[in-house]
């Protein structure tokens, strides 16, 4: 069917007031290019992006689950629609790696050849299209790279948009890996920055030791708002989107547990992920690493005993550390030494004892082992072999030697990642023989560290420190190598034995005999 002149004119005329709405709203954008009704969620991201180029905002935030079209709306579109209405403007796409980086460079340079491209004054640079370092024809330059082994160009920009700068779960349990992602933004992404000097940082939280972990506050509880870099004091827009609604101040004004694409993954897709709970859920799709409820250890694994009242008489005394050399505590987040005191008794219970943890150097941190050692007397001390051990094991032998504190050091091989080297002691917590000290019972100086242990043992392994769960599993992990306890002594009577005593000891020696 021919369309009338009068029908021609007007579609013509409905084009040309889509181009330019596309041209001015970051949302009729996005709905041009995609051709698709924007669900709830993408209209708060549209407004993020949109209060960034009104420059109400320099720096932003945007977390989200997995597949719910983050990176879409924030690392694709949002760049070429910049790029449309700032020509000359220079921007830096930053990801997890090179690879990636083409992918999404060559999705961004792609929208500005598409028939739906709504800015015709712009187009791509003949002699500059690569996928991840192109241009346009107006002077404005677009370059991609991966944080992780990626070729950083050396381009100034005046954007930089970060998605995912610590993903997979390889890379966010790695401590080496996240550290070396933060120093690639302070140093090889922030010195680029120029002129409005923007930031966007689109993250699915892998771990609370990202990026954007070492900007926000410890407390930080998932909440969208306002929160000052706790080290620059810099002020950042965080836009918190979890999968299921956990607080009244939701940004799309759910009610807590309401989804937050229930069309696309709701109850029936989601469910089953919601009710195994953990890590996965909880940091993956409602973006807090360290989860309410724990993740290998809970409340409930704790049990509780008054140190005031046990009987040490039972306990075999062991020890184990986990030590960090002076090179490992240097950084922005040093590691630290870790001393723990066990006692086990005749059932196979085991108890914390006593505990120090510190960040100093070898020499200070050993004299606080001695200490631990004449305290104590423990039957033996279990650490970890390795270059660490290899390092200041002389020192350790010197000063036992000159304090007159000896044990018998065992040194015990850490072959696999750290959640498979804590099962033991998660087998014993489970079994409820995992003893912890009354916190009213203690000293303020042993508090401290309690503390410490148990804010990282319930955030682990996602947890930014975990070197007294390192200690804690150290031991645990050797215990097919200690002694249980025995029953307590018995004061013996200033009248001498009684007549049970007596009994009890003829039948003990006729077991003998019998055996």
């Not at 041209?23 to 992006?49: E, N």
């Not at 970060?162 to 996240?178: T, Y």
């Not at 000159?402 to 917590?429: C, M, N, W, Y």
């Amino acid at each position: 069917m021919m369309m009338s002149p009068a029908d021609m004119e007007e579609l013509i005329l409905l084009e040309e007031q889509d181009r330019r709405a596309a041209q001015t709203s970051f949302l009729r954008f996005y709905m041009r290019m995609t051709g698709f009704y924007p669900p709830a969620h993408i209209r708060v991201i549209s407004k993020l992006c949109e209060a960034m180029e009104s420059d109400r905002i320099d720096r932003a935030m945007l977390f989200a689950p997995p597949r719910h079209a983050k990176t879409l709306m924030a690392t694709t579109l949002f760049p070429a629609w910049l790029m449309g209405k700032y020509p000359t403007a220079k921007m830096m796409s930053v990801v997890h790696t090179q690879k990636y980086a083409g992918k999404v460079g060559r999705n961004v340079r792609n929208l500005l050849t598409k028939p739906e491209w709504p800015f015709p004054d712009v187009s791509l640079a003949p002699d500059s299209q690569a996928k991840d370092q192109w241009a346009t024809s107006g002077g404005g330059e677009y370059n991609a790279f991966g944080a992780i082994g990626g070729n950083q160009h050396g381009n100034p920009a005046e954007w930089l948009f970060m998605d995912d700068l610590v993903k997979g779960r390889k890379i966010a349990m790695s401590a080496h890996m996240r550290e070396e992602v933060w120093e690639t933004y302070k140093t090889d992404l922030l010195s680029r920055l120029q002129g409005r000097a923007k930031q966007l940082m689109v993250f699915t939280r892998w771990h609370m030791d990202d990026p954007a972990g070492r900007i926000l506050p410890e407390n930080f509880d998932g909440s969208t708002g306002w929160y000052e870099d706790r080290e620059t004091g810099e002020r950042w827009y965080v836009l918190s989107l979890p999968a299921v609604a956990e607080h009244d101040n939701d940004p799309l004004g759910r009610k807590p547990g309401e989804w937050l694409w229930p069309e696309q993954f709701g109850e029936k897709k989601l469910g089953g992920v919601r009710k195994r709970g953990g890590w996965m859920w909880s940091a993956l799709f409602q973006q807090r690493p360290s989860p309410q409820e724990g993740l290998m250890f809970t409340l409930d694994h704790i049990t509780r005993f008054d140190p005031t009242k046990i009987d040490l008489t039972g306990l075999q005394i062991y020890g184990s550390s986990d030590y960090a050399t002076k090179e490992e505590g240097q950084g922005d987040n040093p590691d630290w030494t870790v001393h723990m005191i066990w006692g086990i008794d005749r059932e196979m219970n085991i108890f914390l004892l006593d505990m120090w943890r510190g960040r100093t150097e070898s020499d200070k941190w050993i004299s606080h082992w001695i200490r631990l050692v004449k305290k104590w007397k423990p039957l033996r001390w279990f650490e970890e072999s390795g270059q660490i051990i290899n390092s200041v094991g002389p020192l350790i032998k010197t000063q036992m030697m000159a304090e007159r504190a000896f044990v018998d050091r065992v040194q015990i091989a850490s072959t696999t990642d750290k959640p498979s080297r804590a099962q033991t002691l998660l087998g014993f917590a489970a079994m409820g023989k995992f003893y912890l000290p009354h916190r009213d019972k203690v000293s303020p100086a042993f508090l401290v560290h309690l503390d410490a242990f148990e804010t990282e043992l319930l955030q682990f392994p996602t947890g930014r420190k975990d070197d007294t769960v390192d200690a804690a599993t150290l031991f645990a992990r050797g215990l097919d190598r200690v002694v249980a306890g025995h029953a307590p002594k018995k004061q013996r009577s200033p009248h001498g034995d009684s007549l049970d005593d007596l009994w009890s000891r003829h039948d003990e020696e006729q077991a003998r005999r019998d055996r």
